[in-house]
């Protein structure tokens, strides 16, 4: 069946470090896929998505590129900030519902 | 344009007691999703609504629990006899259009403790 599989945290990077968060995923066709995040005590929030094979979703300075041959989704930033810490999850819509990932911690100390 | 509103925040129940959490989707939307995010895991699906209508309880424990979504009023997701294997954070999320054809908006989550 469908399956995103996700980096295992947690990841802990000093300020203006770069990001890459793996995901991979397992699905029939070409689903659309997304990133999320979710900041202490709250829910989770889009943070960008990509529809189609090649496209890159991109938002606050995060990128990623659905990549159909490595059935990739990874999420990278250049330089992360103190206020990127939190936990994120890639996901894929099937059916009726999100796959979610188990989540990736990043905290980013100054 | 208020999001996606649940409440309470925060709920703690005995074992034994019923749990009610609400939700009311962003205005304009008229699918309702329901997840359950345990500790230390990710979100799992647990009910698909759209008005009066259960889509798709796939995700949803056979025994205690049960969603509505009525024509008017928020979206209740009840847990009955709860136990502390219950204690999580219920997260609901709604759509315009079906979820993987249109972005899920998510709300804050109701974080459940059962004592």
């Known amino acids: 069946g469908d399956s995103v599989t996700q980096m295992e945290g947690p990841v802990t990077l000093s300020e203006e470090a770069f990001l890459t968060i793996n995901c991979t995923y397992t699905?029939?066709?070409?689903?659309?896929l997304f990133w999320y995040v979710q900041y202490p005590g709250e829910g989770l929030q889009l943070l960008l998505k990509a529809t189609k094979a090649d496209d890159k979703g991109s938002n606050k300075g995060f990128e990623a590129t659905y990549r159909k041959e490595t059935t990739s989704f990874h999420l990278e930033k250049g330089s992360v900030q103190v206020s990127d810490s939190a936990v994120y999850f890639c996901a894929l819509p099937t059916g009726n519902q999100f796959y979610f990932g188990t989540g990736t911690s990043l905290t980013v100390i100054p | 344009n208020a999001g996606v509103m649940q409440n309470p925040r925060h709920l703690v129940r005995r074992r034994g007691q019923e749990a009610r959490l609400r939700c009311s989707p962003v205005?304009?939307?008229?699918?309702v999703y329901w997840y359950r995010q345990l500790p230390e895991e990710g979100l799992k699906f647990m009910v698909y609504?759209?008005?009066?209508?259960?889509?798709?309880e796939s995700g949803m424990p056979k025994e205690r629990f049960s969603a509505e979504f009525p024509k008017e009023g928020p979206s209740i997701l009840r847990i009955q006899q709860v136990v502390r294997g219950d204690s999580a954070a219920y997260f609901c999320a709604s759509s315009t259009l079906q979820g993987f054809t249109d972005t899920q908006y998510f709300g804050p989550g109701t974080r459940l403790t059962v004592l």
């Open positions: 609504l759209q008005k009066e209508n259960i889509i798709d």
């Open positions: 205005k304009g939307h008229s699918h």
């Open positions: 699905a029939t066709g070409y689903p659309s």
